[in-house]
């Protein structure tokens, strides 16, 4: 990959050293985070109720199985190998439990109890993922091939047996094994959100989001600053006296209500934040001597014009379209959906030029980084105010115009910080660590405040009458199948080796790295993932049709590749492939909710993987060419 | 070690394959009770009549030509004749050779479906030509009149998605989903239609995922009805999708009204229970037995059924009055 980076021109930022954010941004996954985000926002704006409790455990309930599998198919592609077999595999594992649980006669089957059958359907998946890999190991022919004949011979298994054995094409009856009521909870138990209230619900989530947002900041500042040689205690008062403003704040916007109280509130936790990660920072780091002038270049100039510009277009543009229409121009589009693509557009074109200005303003010096990184959050703030002017919806008003705002303080506070405090250009263990340390607390409290939003409901809703929302254990196989494989991936050295042998077979067997061992573990993995997702479909929906499956593992390849990882092995990680099958799940639900005409859904799959893969190239080439 | 993993894996298959034959001989034994012999070859059920009918379908011998090969047993028996079964299993090429050997050797009549017109009205009309009667069933609708038919034996998508609506309009549903599970297939589509058709209400007709990820098809339907209000009705056009849809409406606890096409076990079941109002079935036993009994009367009495349209075999409706009869008819392999 290197030698393809070397073709991006890039002038003085190849000098630069590498950043905090030069590394985050060399990451895999990076890029898939930004485009489902992207996505993501995308369908909430264009559907009423894509953004809804019940629509997004639909969404997560498609990524579940989907994620289960692209998680483990991201690691075994990682090692340098396909598994077509995968998605038939799903099936028939699904096929193979009901087959071993129903009822002996007439139907057909061994009528086992699924204590037996669980674990003996798992021995015949780990026994045709060892098939796979052996067979690749031994005739050395490419995985693409010897796998697609096991697909083939798993989809004319499941039709013959299942025609032979049971006269239909389909297993049923998960159900008539004797102790389906003792396993059930583990893979079908269902939380119904209608019946778990929780009334602080809402002031839970904000405090965690906040908490978690301030908890990044001040993580990217440890990451990113040269520590004092001592630490000064008046910052440490500055930083809670931040704190206390901003909780002050807080809590005033909790309790009152009115536009001139909300304002109020919503400056006392404006100047909380910058005086806390100002005081923060002024505890911890060491300040700049000598900022500099301010310096507009003449290339800063054309870029602060560009930007500047694009997002006041993007801004006349929502003004001068009528935003109510919901004519059809031409496919998909309303009136009111071009709006909003051209609004989006503008605006995040202008953004990514001014983003790029003020990286470029960091070379020159501290006092011109701050005075562009300010021109960026106003050009922000401006886009939140057209937001509130413009829009008729209370959720833009609203919810989207305090997210705006938000993000506009949260890049103002940054410019404060970095344009005073000098930037560490050394390795620093005991400051990566905490800082990396502090980001991963974030992400898991963000996780918490979103998990609590989603799975409480309100008295204030159950009135309203919202629609009951259901999801089920499945999302938790998930999570904790991808948590582990990319804990698994990054810190053992099975992990290590896959990268290894998905590199460079050979030179990793050189160097003692048991490559065939690794690639038919990673096989097995591939089965042991279809094989839970069976095992789900199978207590889902009770029965299981032959055709179940099939076709599925492109999908699985195509959610790994757009999480980042690379056809050719070696690089790419695990999360990148959960990140994937979310970036999948949500269009094919998204579109329906749109109430888009699903005619040219696989036209819009098709974009999205093409956007994806050209812009991890993009974000990949940019991040290393910086690295050189 | 090596010799180990190698046994190990050898055992592995083996269990693999053991598991998934299991008791194959009670399963042979039960599938055959009733209907003499499943192999391709000639089933000779001659009680004292010398006409013989050659019926070349492109069956594969699932639950749903077993239904019509039952049927044109059962008219074999009820006349007195002989039929011969030939699945063609999807091939043209084995269906064309079956229809030009029946021919040679003189058969009395044909009965064939029409998978592929363009590889079969040929020997068709070379075997009307010839002077063997012809009647096309299931699939052919287009072409009988082409190839000289008597008449065609089978369902018309169209008239059965119309009768889905009609149901619909008997519900007092004012907006109908039509979801779909596989785009491009001109037959799903033409059910759409028809409903569209004849009901009364405004009807959208949507792909909303494969059969082979009902996951995704249940999450779909659950956002295509949550995004819309005004749904009142959906129509799977599979029996497979009309599952999902009925999740999906659970799940949303809304009250929809619920029609399928096809059957399966679950869906019977769903009807029986009353979450699924009806679903059509095109009652394949009739093609397999009207087309035998057609050909007797034209060769014996020179009748011709239709005056050159269709006999249409359904729309049949199986709701929740008749759902437990036709389980235990279904049981019995007739419908």
């Known amino acids: ?211 978690a947002f301030a908890i990044v900041i001040l993580g990217i500042s440890e990451l990113w600053f040269k520590r004092n040689e001592s630490l000064k205690s008046a910052g440490l008062v500055q930083f809670l006296a931040g704190i206390v403003l901003g909780v002050a704040g807080g809590v005033a916007m909790h309790l009152t209500d009115g536009v001139a109280a909300n304002i109020a509130a919503a400056a006392a936790i404006a100047v909380g934040v910058l005086v806390g990660v100002n005081g923060w920072a002024s505890w911890r780091y060491e300040p700049i001597a000598d900022r500099g002038k301010l310096e507009i270049r003449e290339d800063l100039k054309r870029r602060l014009a560009i930007g500047v510009g694009l997002v006041v277009v993007g801004a006349i543009f929502a003004v001068i379209i009528d935003s109510s229409s919901k004519r059809d121009v031409f496919f998909p589009f309303t009136t009111q959906g071009i709006r909003a693509i051209l609004f989006v557009g503008f605006v995040a074109a202008g953004l990514t030029v001014l983003a790029m200005a003020s990286q470029g303003a960091l070379s020159i010096n501290p006092a011109t980084k701050f005075a562009v990184t300010s021109i960026m959050a106003l050009a922000v703030v401006f886009v939140a105010l057209t937001i509130f002017v413009d829009s008729e919806s209370a959720k833009f008003r609203a919810a989207f115009f305090s997210v705006v705002m938000f993000v506009a303080l949260v890049l103002f506070a940054w410019a404060t910080i970095v344009s005073r405090f000098t930037e560490r250009r050394h390795p620093d263990r005991q400051s990566d660590r905490l800082g990396a340390r502090m980001l991963v607390a974030a992400a898991l409290l963000l996780a918490v405040g979103m998990a609590t939003r989603l799975l409480f409901t309100i008295d204030a809703e159950i009135l309203a009458g919202i629609p009951p929302a259901k999801t089920s254990v499945r999302l938790l196989w998930f999570f904790v199948f991808a948590a582990v494989l990319v804990w698994v991936l990054a810190n053992t050295k099975f992990g290590s080796w896959t990268y290894a042998v998905g590199g460079n077979k050979e030179a990793a067997r050189q160097v003692g790295v048991p490559a065939a061992r690794t690639k038919t573990q990673l096989f097995m993995l591939v089965s042991f993932a279809a094989w839970l997702v069976g095992l789900l479909i199978a207590f889902r929906i009770n029965s299981i049709q032959a055709n179940v499956g099939d076709g599925e593992e492109f999908e699985f390849i195509i959610a790994a590749v757009v999480g980042g990882t690379l056809l050719t092995g070696g690089y790419g990680t695990a999360f990148g492939g959960a990140i994937g099958a979310v970036i999948m799940a949500m269009p094919l639900l998204g579109i329906a909710a749109a109430r888009w005409n699903t005619d040219w859904r696989w036209l819009f799959i098709g974009v999205i993987l093409a956007l994806a893969v050209i812009a991890n190239k993009f974000i990949r080439d940019k991040a290393e060419g910086i690295r050189r | ?324 009869a036709v389980v235990s008819l279904s049981e019995q392999g007739t419908r």
Request: proline fraction near 3%; aromatic fraction near 8%; include cysteine.
């Open chain 2, 1 to 324: 070690m090596k010799r180990l993993k190698y046994l190990l894996a050898m055992l592995l298959a083996f269990s693999m394959v053991a598991a998934a034959c299991g008791d194959s001989s009670d399963g042979d034994d039960s599938s055959d009770g009733e209907t003499s012999e499943t192999t391709e070859a000639e089933v000779d059920l001659t009680q004292g009549s010398d006409l013989t009918f050659h019926v070349i379908t492109h069956s594969d011998d699932g639950p749903f030509w077993t239904v019509v090969k039952n049927g044109a047993d059962a008219a074999a028996a009820d006349l007195g004749i002989t039929v011969v079964w030939k699945p063609g299993v999807n091939d043209a090429q084995t269906m064309v050779q079956d229809i030009e050997a029946a021919v040679a050797e003189g058969s009395d009549g044909i009965g064939a479906s029409l998978p592929d017109p363009d590889a079969l009205v040929g020997p068709l009309q070379a075997a009307v030509a010839a002077g063997t009667p012809v009647i096309t069933l299931n699939s052919g609708s287009n072409d009988y009149q082409e190839i000289g038919a008597l008449t065609h034996v089978g369902q018309s998508e169209f008239v059965a998605g119309q009768g889905a609506g009609n149901r619909f309009n008997d519900a007092g549903a004012t907006k109908v989903l039509c979801a779909f599970q596989e785009q491009g297939n001109i037959g799903l589509s033409e059910r759409c239609e028809g409903l569209s058709d004849s009901f009364s209400g405004e009807v959208v007709a949507e792909f909303m995922g494969l059969d082979a990820d009902t996951t995704e098809q249940q999450n779909t339907i659950n956002a295509a009805l949550a995004a819309d209000g005004d749904i009142d009705g959906v129509l799977g056009v599979g029996p497979v999708i009309t599952m999902s849809a009925l999740r999906a409406a659970q799940d949303l606890g809304r009250v929809i009204t619920i029609g399928g096409f096809d059957m399966t076990p679950e869906l019977l079941a769903a009807i029986e229970a009353g979450d699924v109002a009806f679903t059509v079935d095109q009652q394949q036993y009739l093609q397999g037995y009207l087309t035998v009994l057609f050909l007797y009367l034209n060769v014996t009495n020179q009748n011709t059924v239709g005056g050159g349209l269709p006999v249409l075999t359904g729309p049949g409706f199986v709701t929740p009055d008749n759902a437990a």
């Open chain 1, 1 to 211: 990959m290197s030698d393809t980076a070397a073709a991006t021109p890039t002038t003085d930022e190849r000098l630069a050293y590498r950043s905090v954010f030069q590394r985050v941004f060399v990451r895999p996954e990076v890029g898939g985070m930004i485009g489902a985000i992207g996505i993501w926002t995308f369908f909430w704006a264009v559907s009423e109720t894509f953004g809804t409790v019940g629509q997004t455990f639909g969404w997560l309930d498609i990524a579940a199985t989907l994620g289960i599998m692209a998680v483990a198919v991201s690691m075994l592609m990682i090692g340098g190998e396909f598994d077509l077999s995968s998605g038939a595999m799903t099936g028939a594992m699904g096929m193979l439990i009901i087959y071993m649980v129903k009822e002996t006669g007439e139907t057909g089957g061994w009528g086992l109890p699924l204590v037996v059958a669980i674990p003996l359907s798992l021995a015949v998946a780990l026994g045709i993922g060892y098939l796979n890999g052996y067979m690749v190991e031994r005739t050395g022919q490419p995985s693409f091939i010897i796998t697609l004949a096991t697909f083939f011979a798993l989809r004319g298994l499941k039709l013959g047996l299942a025609k032979r054995e049971v006269q239909q094409i389909q297993m049923a009856r998960t159900d008539e094994a004797t102790d389906f009521d003792l396993f059930r909870p583990f893979f079908a138990a269902e939380w119904a959100r209608n019946d778990h209230q929780f009334e602080l619900r809402d002031f839970t989530f904000i405090t965690l989001i906040v908490l």
